[in-house]
């Protein structure tokens, strides 16, 4: 006997949809179970060491216009340059990763964390005190991943083998988080027009 299986087309998937944050960030999309906060939500779980630094941001359009459903994670150091998932010895009071819903009235994203300090390079070479930055919003397919590096820390930025090796280097300042007040930085992500943040293919 002959079967007629029907087949089905593959799902649309140019948008990132509603789903990402009911199932990443159910409390901020206002389910508020199974977790009393979302994942990622608190970095700084106890006495961690170094600075206390505050990253707040809008992700930006094309058009000008504030993207308010964006998600999104961030990834660090802890304040000695070691990273939580590949050393023992790192800060067991900070997580080094981060996961925020923008604001849905305000598109702002805020993270409360500690200063980075240099990681090694493959090379052996220090990088600059930096911020792994994933955001995925409507119209993203796949999540972009960028920089955050900090404006008070010139020389080391001067020195950073990532930042060497963007051929524009006119487009650097994309990747410079903005100083605001005391241990505030404000990183803006732009996804397109002629600032756009620099996207890194990883």
């Given at each position: 006997?002959v079967?007629?299986?029907?087949?089905?087309?593959?799902?649309?998937?140019?948008?990132?949809?509603?789903?990402v944050?009911?199932?990443?960030?159910?409390?901020?999309?206002g389910?508020?179970?199974?977790?009393?906060?979302?994942?990622?939500?608190t970095?700084?779980?106890?006495?961690?060491?170094?600075s206390?630094?505050?990253i707040v941001?809008?992700?930006?359009?094309?058009?000008?216009?504030?993207?308010?459903?964006?998600?999104v994670?961030?990834?660090?150091?802890?304040?000695?340059?070691?990273?939580?998932?590949?050393?023992?010895?790192?800060d067991?009071?900070?997580?080094g990763?981060?996961?925020c819903?923008?604001?849905?009235?305000?598109?702002?994203?805020?993270?409360?964390?500690?200063?980075?300090?240099?990681?090694?390079?493959?090379?052996?070479k220090?990088?600059?005190?930096?911020?792994?930055?994933?955001?995925v919003?409507r119209?993203?397919n796949?999540?972009?991943?960028?920089?955050?590096?900090?404006?008070d820390?010139?020389?080391a930025?001067?020195?950073?083998?990532?930042?060497?090796r963007?051929?524009?280097?006119h487009?650097?300042?994309?990747l410079?988080?903005?100083?605001?007040?005391?241990?505030?930085?404000?990183?803006?992500?732009?996804?397109?027009?002629?600032?756009?943040?620099?996207?890194?293919d990883?």
């Amino acid at each position: 006997m002959v079967q007629n299986h029907r087949i089905l087309k593959e799902s649309p998937s140019q948008t990132a949809g509603p789903y990402v944050h009911i199932g990443c960030t159910p409390n901020a999309a206002g389910i508020g179970k199974p977790w009393a906060e979302d994942l990622g939500a608190t970095m700084i779980t106890g006495a961690a060491e170094g600075s206390r630094i505050r990253i707040v941001g809008n992700v930006i359009d094309g058009t000008d216009g504030i993207v308010r459903d964006a998600m999104v994670e961030i990834f660090q150091a802890d304040a000695q340059g070691r990273l939580k998932s590949a050393d023992e010895a790192a800060d067991p009071h900070f997580t080094g990763w981060g996961r925020c819903a923008c604001d849905l009235k305000t598109g702002v994203y805020s993270f409360d964390t500690v200063k980075p300090g240099r990681l090694p390079w493959v090379d052996g070479k220090l990088q600059a005190p930096h911020v792994t930055v994933w955001v995925v919003a409507r119209g993203i397919n796949i999540g972009l991943h960028t920089r955050l590096y900090f404006p008070d820390e010139e020389a080391a930025n001067a020195e950073d083998p990532v930042l060497k090796r963007i051929e524009h280097a006119h487009r650097i300042p994309t990747l410079i988080a903005r100083a605001e007040g005391e241990g505030t930085y404000r990183f803006d992500i732009r996804l397109q027009g002629g600032d756009e943040t620099v996207f890194f293919d990883m």
